[in-house]
Structures are given as structure tokens and as C-alpha cells.
């Protein structure tokens, strides 16, 4: 099968999707939703570990005007899951707690920490994946 740059292939299948596979610049920027439906923010990008190729973390950004004072609330991916009928993704954290969830401003870098990670996990209470 032949695959066009454009995002077309020959038998009508695009390259940057799949019933079961999705690029990682398409991802960037869909909608996240809350249970009810509402939109919280978007996906800003994935953060994903170099060793084992697995995504670990969607990154969301919300808030803010013109990108001035926006937030990014990094999500562990296990958070998230698709829905086609909204066309984006689904958390079910209640809103109190996402906007009390570790956060950091465009200039920061918290993933220089190790243990941020560690800290994003026990936050969701999830298992801190080891590799």
C-alpha cells in the first residue's frame, strides 16, 4: 500500500490515522472533556519515554488569554480515553481536582525533577510505571 505526505493512501486509509493507530500532531490540539460532556481544554502535546516508546503523559493546556497565563496539566495517558462522538478525549476527574493538579507555566520545566513523575502518579492515584 502506497502512502501519500498529504495524509491520503491508496484504498482510502490516511497515514496519520487508523481504526487502531493516530499521529502523535493530530492528538496535539483535540478537545478534553469531562464526564458531562463539557470541554476543559485541549491536548497541547504528549510526553512520551525514549525507552520504551510508551505515551505517559497528554499534556492539556487550559485557562489563560492569548496564551497569556495559560496553565499545562500534564494527565497520565491511563487518564484518557477516546470518544468518537465528541472527537476528543474524555477524563473523569472532577474539575476541583484538575485545577488543583500539579501545573506549570510555559517557562517552566518540571520534568528536569525525577520524581515529578513519581508526584503526577501518586496525584492521580495511579502506579508509578517502572521500566
Known amino acids: 500500500m502506497q ?3 498529504s495524509g491520503g493512501a491508496a484504498g482510502g486509509v490516511a497515514t496519520t490515522e ?3 493507530l493516530i499521529a502523535s500532531d493530530k492528538v496535539e490540539g483535540t478537545p478534553v472533556y469531562d464526564t458531562g460532556g463539557e470541554r476543559l481544554g485541549s491536548v497541547y502535546n504528549l510526553m512520551i519515554e525514549k525507552r520504551s516508546g510508551k505515551v505517559r503523559y497528554a ?3 487550559f485557562g489563560g488569554f492569548l496564551g497569556i497565563g495559560e496553565r ?3 494527565l497520565p495517558w491511563e487518564k484518557l480515553t477516546y470518544d468518537p462522538a465528541l472527537g476528543g478525549y474524555v477524563v473523569d476527574i472532577p474539575h476541583e481536582r484538575l485545577q488543583a493538579a500539579p501545573s ?3 517557562d517552566e520545566t518540571p520534568w528536569r525533577d525525577p520524581l515529578y513523575g ?8 495511579l502506579p508509578f510505571p517502572r521500566i
Open 3 to 5: 502512502h501519500s505526505r
Open 18 to 20: 487508523t481504526d487502531n
Open 59 to 61: 499534556v492539556m493546556s
Open 72 to 74: 499545562y496539566h500534564p
Open 104 to 106: 506549570f507555566a510555559r
Open 118 to 125: 513519581e508526584s503526577l502518579h501518586g496525584y492521580y492515584g
